[in-house]
C-alpha cells in the first residue's frame, strides 16, 4: 500500500466502493487499515469518502435495478435477512439495526434501496451510525501505529467493555423488536 504513494488513497476509497459493492473482504479490514496508514484524520476523510461512495451507489442500484440484481450481488438468504430487518420498521427502529453488531449492513444498504427507504433518512443513517462505526475502527487502525502500549492497553480494556455493552444491549433490541415472535403453546385443558 505504501509504495502506492500518492495513489494510496484513491486505493481506499476504490478498495472501500468495491467491498461494500461485491463485499470480498470484511467491512472492518479497509478502515482498519486506512486508519493505521494515514492516522485517525486523513483515515477517516479516504474512508468516509469510499464509504459514502460505495454505500449511496448499493442504494441506487437496489432503487433502480430490484431484488434480482441485488440477490446475485450478495446472496439471497443476506439480502432475505437484511429485507427482514428492515421491511416494515419504523425508521428508528432500521436506525437501529444498523446500529447492531453482526448484521448485514452492506445487503441492509441494497434492501434500503429495493424497499424505497426514503432518501433523507438513509442519508441519515450513512452519517449517524455508518461513519461513526467506521470512525471507532479507524481510530484502532491508527493507535496500533502512534499509540504507546499503554494507551492501548487502557483503550483496549474500555473497547471491550463499551462493545460488550452495547453488544448486550443490540441483542436485548434485536430479540425484543427485529426476531420473529413465536407463538405460545399454552398447557393442554386450557
Same mark, same amino acid.
Request: aromatic share 16%; with cysteine.
Given at each position: 500500500m505504501k509504495?502506492?504513494g500518492?495513489w %494510496?488513497? &484513491?486505493f481506499i476509497v476504490?478498495?472501500h466502493v468495491?467491498?461494500i459493492?461485491?463485499a470480498p473482504v470484511p %467491512?472492518?479490514v479497509i478502515?482498519l487499515? #486506512?486508519? /493505521?496508514?494515514y492516522?485517525?484524520?486523513w %483515515?477517516?476523510? /479516504?474512508?468516509a469518502? +469510499? &464509504?459514502?461512495? +460505495?454505500t449511496?451507489l448499493?442504494?441506487?442500484i437496489?432503487?433502480?435495478?430490484?431484488?434480482p440484481v441485488v440477490?446475485?450481488l450478495?446472496?439471497?438468504?443476506n439480502?432475505q435477512k437484511?429485507?427482514? /430487518?428492515i421491511?416494515?420498521?419504523? *425508521?428508528?427502529?432500521?436506525f437501529?439495526?444498523f446500529?447492531?453488531?453482526? &448484521?448485514?449492513?452492506?445487503?441492509m444498504?441494497y434492501a434500503?434501496g429495493?424497499l424505497?427507504?426514503?432518501f433523507r433518512?438513509?442519508?441519515?443513517?450513512l452519517l449517524?451510525i455508518? *461513519?461513526?462505526g467506521d470512525l471507532?475502527? *479507524? &481510530?484502532?487502525?491508527?493507535?496500533?501505529?502512534?499509540?504507546?502500549?499503554k494507551?492501548?492497553?487502557?483503550?483496549?480494556?474500555? #473497547?471491550v467493555i463499551?462493545i460488550?455493552?452495547?453488544w448486550?444491549?443490540?441483542?436485548?433490541?434485536?430479540r425484543?423488536?427485529?426476531?420473529?415472535?413465536?407463538p405460545s403453546? %399454552?398447557?393442554?385443558?386450557?
Amino acid at each position: 500500500m505504501k509504495r502506492l504513494g500518492p495513489w %494510496g488513497p &484513491l486505493f481506499i476509497v476504490f478498495f472501500h466502493v468495491a467491498q461494500i459493492v461485491l463485499a470480498p473482504v470484511p %467491512g472492518h479490514v479497509i478502515p482498519l487499515t #486506512s486508519g /493505521y496508514l494515514y492516522g485517525f484524520f486523513w %483515515g477517516a476523510v /479516504y474512508d468516509a469518502v +469510499g &464509504l459514502l461512495l +460505495g454505500t449511496l451507489l448499493v442504494y441506487f442500484i437496489g432503487l433502480k435495478f430490484g431484488r434480482p440484481v441485488v440477490a446475485k450481488l450478495v446472496g439471497a438468504d443476506n439480502l432475505q435477512k437484511a429485507e427482514k /430487518y428492515i421491511s416494515g420498521k419504523r *425508521i428508528l427502529l432500521v436506525f437501529i439495526a444498523f446500529a447492531l453488531p453482526g &448484521l448485514p449492513k452492506d445487503a441492509m444498504c441494497y434492501a434500503c434501496g429495493i424497499l424505497k427507504v426514503p432518501f433523507r433518512y438513509y442519508l441519515l443513517i450513512l452519517l449517524g451510525i455508518r *461513519i461513526p462505526g467506521d470512525l471507532f475502527v *479507524i &481510530l484502532w487502525g491508527g493507535g496500533f501505529r502512534f499509540f504507546d502500549t499503554k494507551t492501548l492497553i487502557i483503550g483496549g480494556i474500555a #473497547s471491550v467493555i463499551g462493545i460488550a455493552l452495547f453488544w448486550a444491549v443490540g441483542l436485548w433490541i434485536k430479540r425484543r423488536w427485529f426476531d420473529e415472535k413465536k407463538p405460545s403453546v %399454552g398447557r393442554e385443558g386450557e
